[in-house]
């Protein structure tokens, strides 16, 4: 399903894998491209001139000639840089992990996050939340991150319970689950709207028969 608003459309990680079994690489044109011919509406550049700085940064890192200041970098500088800018891919919600492990077998540098690891990763919680935001923030330009969100609460199975339809896509708000669902939703919204906007490309995997894409944030 496309969202006109964004002009994004909604993938899953199976396209993904298929994409590195073919040997794609998850990185800049290759995959853009890739990814159009699977249905996707990338936004724009929404920082030229920032991106344009990154890619002299990356594009002269190895020969240590230039920096983003403009001169000979000092160690410092490049330790920073290198640090902030460092995945390729990234994958939230992720349980086993297969796409990361696919990713990572063709060489490219990969995170991973979910509520297994790290002793309990709640994407609910301030700590969760800031850890996501900040993984992103140090993918390099042209990226791909991928969410996975939890579906059961949209599902159309459980739309019994929860009481989400087209008309009513926000469900029983009385009910935790339903509520905790929305919030986690929301916070996906907000980070699909940072991916965009540095110029990365996002993935969310939900059923198709999920009432995700009918949630008021996504209008």
């Known amino acids: 399903m496309t969202f006109g608003n964004m002009k994004v459309g909604i993938l899953v990680a199976n396209e993904v894998v298929t994409l590195c079994d073919r040997d794609v690489n998850i990185n800049a044109v290759e995959v853009r491209e890739k990814i159009m011919e699977y249905r996707a509406e990338l936004v724009g550049w929404a920082y030229p001139q920032q991106q344009k700085n990154y890619e002299l940064f990356w594009s ?3 020969s240590s000639e230039v920096s983003l200041f403009g001169k000979v970098p000092n160690p410092v500088d490049l330790e920073v840089l290198m640090l902030i800018k460092v995945y390729r ?16 077998l063709h060489g490219i540098p990969a995170f991973k996050m979910d509520k297994i690891y790290y002793g309990g990763f709640d994407f609910l919680a ?8 900040l993984s992103i923030l140090r993918m390099a330009p042209q990226s791909v991150l991928l969410m996975a969100p939890d579906c059961s609460s949209f599902s159309w199975m459980s739309s019994s319970g929860s009481q989400r339809h087209w008309f009513a896509p926000l469900g029983d708000t009385s009910k935790d689950w339903v509520v905790r669902g929305n919030q986690m939703a929301a916070r996906v919204t907000l980070l699909a709207h940072l991916v965009a906007a540095l110029g990365h490309v996002f993935i969310i995997e939900q059923p198709g028969s999920a009432a995700f894409g009918h949630l008021p944030l996504w209008r």
């Open 60 to 62: 002269t890192q190895d």
């Open 89 to 104: 891919f990234g994958e939230l919600f992720a349980g086993a992990a297969n796409v990361t492990t696919a990713v990572k």
């Open 126 to 133: 301030p700590a969760g939340f800031s850890l996501a935001l």
